[in-house]
């Protein structure tokens, strides 16, 4: 029996570590289509990409879901630094054909409330409610780029939450009062538009496009979802660079 996509993905992840080249077996040679805009395009850009890591380099993926066609990972890497990132790959055919990314520096402290960037549950259920669960996130991103507060409570319980952005405590207030802090340091996070929402069970991870500080920024926002309320967090921020130093044309998104 051939692995299952979740474990392709999680191989050719892992690749990027051990140098397996046997991974690559799952990437269609004809169509590559790379989002990551430091990877040059095609197989060609990836394998680059793995001659120039550091010998040490370490991937460890915590977290993988499957959603029709699309397998998304959250993962731990250390290469020219430690990073958490997620990683969305599009099969088709029974290949890899697309890849999009979105990588953080590790944060080096605890958040507020004690949490890494990663930790918490791993495990997929609620499958029955994976339509409902994307459902509600949508909903939720209409509403947050549309400028409807008054909405926001009715999405989570009480203000019960857990936070895993490096920069905010859990609880709702403490999600306010960190991004207060953020705007007040003139970090203010605006988001502009929504691109992908994909769903396992009781994980949605939604990707959108904003603004970090005023700075073109992609979020990646995983989210927990609990008896039909946002449970727990944990994100993604990485800079979009200028147009002229993209080394593809596939944009990021």
Do not use: C
């Not at 769903?199 to 959108?208: D, I, M, P």
């Not at 609990?226 to 979009?240: N, P, V």
């Amino acid at each position: 029996m051939p692995p299952t996509r979740k474990q392709q993905v999680v191989d050719l992840l892992k690749s990027l570590e051990t140098k397996n080249p046997v991974p690559f077996a799952y990437v269609n040679p004809n169509k590559y289509i790379q989002h990551n805009l430091q990877v040059g395009p095609g197989p060609e850009g990836v394998a680059a990409l793995i001659q120039n890591l550091p010998p040490d380099a370490s991937v460890n993926t915590i977290r993988v879901f499957e959603d029709g066609d699309y397998v998304f990972a959250h993962t731990e890497y250390n290469f020219f630094g430690p990073k958490i990132g997620f990683d969305i790959f599009r099969f088709e055919d029974g290949l890899i054909v697309e890849h999009w990314d979105n990588l953080q520096e590790t944060a080096t402290e605890l958040s507020p409330s004690g949490h890494t960037m990663i930790d918490g549950p791993t495990a997929v259920s609620d499958l029955d409610r994976t339509q409902a669960n994307k459902a509600l996130m949508q909903r939720y991103m209409d509403d947050l780029l549309a400028g409807r507060r008054e909405t926001f409570p009715s999405y989570f319980n009480g203000i019960a939450y857990i936070q895993h952005n490096p920069w905010v405590a859990d609880t709702i207030p403490g999600l306010i009062a960190g991004l207060q802090s953020l705007a007040a340091k003139g970090q203010a996070v605006v988001y502009n538009r929504l691109h992908m929402v994909l769903g396992e069970g009781n994980f949605v991870l939604v990707v959108a496009e904003a603004t970090f500080g005023g700075v073109p920024t992609a979020i990646y926002d995983l989210f927990r979802i609990e008896s039909g309320k946002i449970a727990e967090h944990w994100d993604t921020l990485e800079a979009i660079p200028p147009r002229d130093q993209w080394k593809n044309s596939n944009g990021k998104f």
